[in-house]
């Protein structure tokens, strides 16, 4: 599904977005089985979806922490979700960020 917050304000719109990539993020975390790897890769596709989006770092969370809770991971997955996003989403937002407001993402290193 597509949806661009920079270009479109509906909430309607961005509501089924965010619920889509609720469902579609849930559904990875299930598949991945408790793979770590797995879980990794499925935490850098929700974090890029949403940024590419145009979503904030705060809804972001909010689509992993619900993803996490629905997909009923245990505590030690659980962790090791959040500190992929931890550790993806300043990636993700240098990367998806309107680049004539700011720094360019290669300088973000």
């Known amino acids: 599904m597509k949806f661009d917050a920079r270009k479109d304000s509906s909430p309607e719109k961005k509501d089924a977005f965010i619920s889509w990539l609720v ?8 598949r991945a089985d408790g793979d770590p790897e797995n879980l990794k890769t499925f935490v ?9 989006a145009g979503l ?27 500190d992929w996003l931890e550790s993806l989403d300043p990636i993700a937002t240098a990367v ?7 720094k360019r993402w290669w300088r973000f290193w």
Do not use: I, M, W
């Open 56 to 82: 904030t770092s705060s809804e972001t969370a909010k689509v992993v922490g619900v993803s996490v809770a629905r997909a009923a991971l245990p505590p030690d997955k659980e962790d090791v979700v959040f």
């Open 96 to 102: 998806h960020a309107d680049h004539r407001q700011g």
């Open 23 to 30: 469902g579609e993020t849930t559904s990875t975390f299930e």
């Open 44 to 52: 850098f596709l929700a974090v890029n979806r949403a940024h590419e």
